[in-house]
């Protein structure tokens, strides 16, 4: 038998994919028993956290086993199997042991170094024992896992890597500031009554919030929370619990919420929210939609573009979204180019209040000897230099015509008195450009002249009055409640991109080698325990020899006393385990080396040994074992 993983996480599913896939509890449970009873599994175990899915069994074929899990996951997921098969990853045998130690060790979390994973593990182990699907491979394993992740957050400063999932939001709520001072007096309401609800509220408690509000489906589980912070010796804190249809009323008196149910669906709608700040903003903006910039949604009632009326918002129509006043909009509308792509040229702008222009030296094109035309200084125009378009700005189609022409025939290559020492031109890597500014001179009836985008005004953002950490998978908060003023929503996808730019600590190293150094001694353990069976009953075997020889003796020897025949016995006995004692040695330090399972095929070939043996002795020392375990966690451990 051999241990395969089959799962999808964080770091390989977007979290839409998650979301839909997570597992509630019946669910877990069925899927155990279905593992099980599938042909290639024997044992089963599922870890299911709010970024991952992981399902691990023993199974006799790989390939058998790969298809199994991943059909199974897809059917109890309710993901259908060609969408979830891209996200899924498998893991087998010594990779699959390196993957769960890693993941005891918080190296594979979203915030890398959490701790919350161990608690995590543990109830997958003891759900498996409850419903008898974890036998010793992973009874073993998962124990092993727990021993591994409490040694490197003991042994090594991996905690100063990382943190929980509730301290890095509530960070990424502070936006980088120190959370104590940010919580310090915030009335907080925190939604579910959960592990992770509950660290929530230990934590906001301990970060020095005024009040914590408890909203649970299970009025008992909240009252239970609520009594327990209140209580603490430790936590200076007013809590208390409300029913579940209360929190859009605790919502507005609330300064941050913290959510994390079991709940298929949305928990808070933007609506909500919304109502729960209305008349709280006071700022520019206050109760429209923001975009993910800042800026007020475009289709928000009464939303306004830097305050320019509609006539100024249409004035940028066909000039690239360039913002320009509403008089010249009005005097001189704009034209787009269908053969560049470039904004037509606005009427005549020589008013005394226009800007004034500043004389580049002039171009030396119209000194080159046939050229047709006298090109004067250009006019300065923001954005261009006095190459390229520059030079014919505002020039007509038929003199652009013979500009053209002369391009096409003009010695090269050409110089602009533009720089110290004049700058080197070819035409003729132009014509392209001049060809296109011919056509749209064609069409208008001039050169357009290119402006920058004016600079657009953003309205500030308001200050946020409500802080949103939403923890649960599939998500609690309507993701577009961050769009609302005076809102910030921090959620499992924002965690995804805001820890993969967080520092790694130098712990993390000694981490993995303290994993590759467990996975190493695990696999050796676990090589060597698979040939002791096969040991033992070729022990066994030659003991049985030595007990026939012995009774053949005495049929031979009547008269022989007790005395000789002890001695001639223990002598026979020794002689069989000196020989025996070198290759069984040796036999278990071959197997417990990588590739050492077929020693133990190779013994029962060589000495002829009957399988049914090696498998009774297998069974006779889980029996053991279970008898010398602690009584609860023997009648957990489940078929083999």
Known sequence: MSLLVVGLSHRSAPVSVLERATLHADAQMK??????????????????????????????????????LSTLLAQHSGVGLE??????????EDRAVHHLFSVACGLDSMVVGEGQILGQMKDSLAKA?????AGRLLNDLFQQALRVGKRAHSETGIDRAGQSLVTFGLEQLAAGGDVQDWARGKRALVIGAGSMSSLAAATLARAGVAEIVIANRTADRAQRLAQILTEAPDLDVLARAVPMDSVPYELTRADVAVSCTGATGLVLLTETVAEAVAGRVAAPGAGLPFGVDGVPAADAPGATDGGLSSAGRTAGAGSGGTAVSAASAVSAPSVSSPATGLPAASGETGSSGASATHELPPTSLGAEDGCPLDLPAV??????????????????????EQHAAWVDNAPRPQTSASGPQGLVLDPAEDADAIAALAATAALVGRIPERRKPEPVVEPPRPAPVLFLLDLAMPRDIDAGAHRLAGVRLVDIESLAEASADAPMAADVDEVRRIVSDEVEAFGAALRAAHITPTVVALRTMAADVVAGEIARLEGRLPSLDDKHRAEITQTVKRVVDKLLHAPTVRVKQLAAEPGGAGYADALRTLFDLDQETVASVSRAERADEGADDDPQYSKNRGPA
């Open 379 to 400: 006019p300065a125009t923001a954005g261009f230099s006095v190459l390229g378009e520059a030079a014919v700005v505002g020039m007509g189609a038929a003199e652009l």
């Open 129 to 133: 024992q409850d419903l008898h699907t």
């Open 31 to 68: 899927l155990l028993q279905d593992t099980v009873a599938a042909e290639p599994a024997t044992e089963a175990a599922v870890l299911a956290t709010c970024n991952r899915i992981e399902l691990y069994a023993d199974v006799d074929k790989f390939h058998a086993g790969v298809a199994e």
């Open 83 to 92: 969408e979830l098969t891209p996200y899924l990853y498998v893991h087998y």
